[in-house]
């Protein structure tokens, strides 16, 4: 499918971005181990958490879909069941690494796949640890890559220091870590978003944290509860640069989740002279939420790398749309692992942003931006990957000429009504 984006005057309005992708799938896999019924308001309905909701319910959990929730139904971690067929994980990596958490620590056998896309990307960094706690796995290229064939169960607890700041290995290692005996403690060299420990603590289970050290008891007694999914901070991204680089634009996004270890894009956009405001902070369901509007704003080029990386790795296509309309020079370094994801977005933004004007230099962990030219409209190939069909769009709003997105359904993964919103906004 093809999407073609014309610039627009301004933006105006407000947007309810849907519920974090993060949370969502979390919550649905520990509804899944929790005794009882487990409600989820604001899931977010779209094809990579629908992959984690198809994955629960072939383990044998009831989960009920309703309109702007889900109801998950189970008898606890002891009562998953082994699937009758090879499950499925489409194109999501959180859905395959969490899984394969929890599939090594229980006591059957089961083989677990994805798309094209998914099968090239790395699994070796899960399967190393959940090896080490007793789990037998196999995988293509010298168990590297999915398929992945897990006899599951007899796990032992173990220490592991993560070689990488990776949420989806310390999940996966923490969430084995529930079906063993005695404390499973993962120290990553950076902390990373942190979503699995604060729902593993709301629905009951001993978690302790301490700088980069993150330790759970295993065999908790898990409890179903009511979970409210705040809007996902890596979709309101999008809307937000659009508002600092569309002329005399204001959006303001209601209850997004600014958990601490996602925020560093806020951070970077107010470093850069973005006019962003928080206001009426608080807590639901164990993660922090605020209202966000953000200003047209003027911009100045600035340096992305170190520590913030983990807390920002997902908006970095969004933001190199921001540093292409700032003033000056935008270096983004020690981000490799842009290389593994949906699809090389390293790659994929000099490409797509080169051929919109901008001035961009690809390095072998980043890329160089000497910002403040205008951009010019094009063809852009998605390459698959839902963030830089966003991306290009919110460039394609400034832009001279028509931006045309080549795939531009992938954006179904993350934020299906995502072209709808955009165009609501809009003032032409």
Known sequence: METRIRPVKTLHGEVRVPGDKSISHRAVMLGALAHGETEIENF???????????????????????????????????????????????????????????????????????????????MGRVIKPLAAMGARITGRCGNSCAPLAIRGGGLRAIEY?????????????????????????????????????????????????????VAVWGRPNLRGAKIAVPGDISSAMFFLVAGLIVPEAEVILPGVGVNPTRTGALDILKQMGADIVLTNEREISGEPVADIRARSSRLAGTEIGGDIIPYLIDEIPVLAVAAALAEGETVVRDAGEL?????????????????????????????????????????CDSRGDHRMAMAAAVAGLVAEGETVIQGAECVNISYPAFFDTLSYISVK
Not at 349 to 375: H, P, Q, S, T
């Open 161 to 213: 220091a993560s070689p990488v700041a990776s949420a989806q290995v310390k999940s996966a290692v923490l969430l084995a870590g529930l079906f063993c005996e005695g404390r499973t403690v993962v120290i990553e060299p950076t902390r990373s978003r942190d979503h699995t420990e604060r729902l593993l603590r709301h629905l009951g289970a001993r978690v302790e944290t301490e700088g980069e050290r």
């Open 44 to 122: 977010l309905f779209g094809e990579d958490c629908l992959s984690t909701v198809r994955l629960a319910r072939a383990l044998g959990v009831k989960v009920i879909l309703e309109e702007g929730r889900v109801v998950v139904q189970s008898e606890g971690m002891d009562a998953l069941r082994e699937p009758e067929d090879v499950l499925d994980a489409g194109n999501s990596g959180t859905t395959m690494r969490l899984m394969a958490g929890i599939l090594a620590g229980c006591p059957f056998f089961s083989v677990i796949t994805g798309d094209a896309s998914l099968r090239r990307r790395p």
């Open 339 to 379: 290389r593994h994801k949906e699809t090389d977005r390293i790659a994929a933004v000099v490409d797509v942003l080169g051929k919109m004007g901008v001035n961009i230099e690809e390095r072998a962990d980043g890329f160089v931006i000497r910002g403040g030219r205008k951009l010019r409209g094009g063809v």
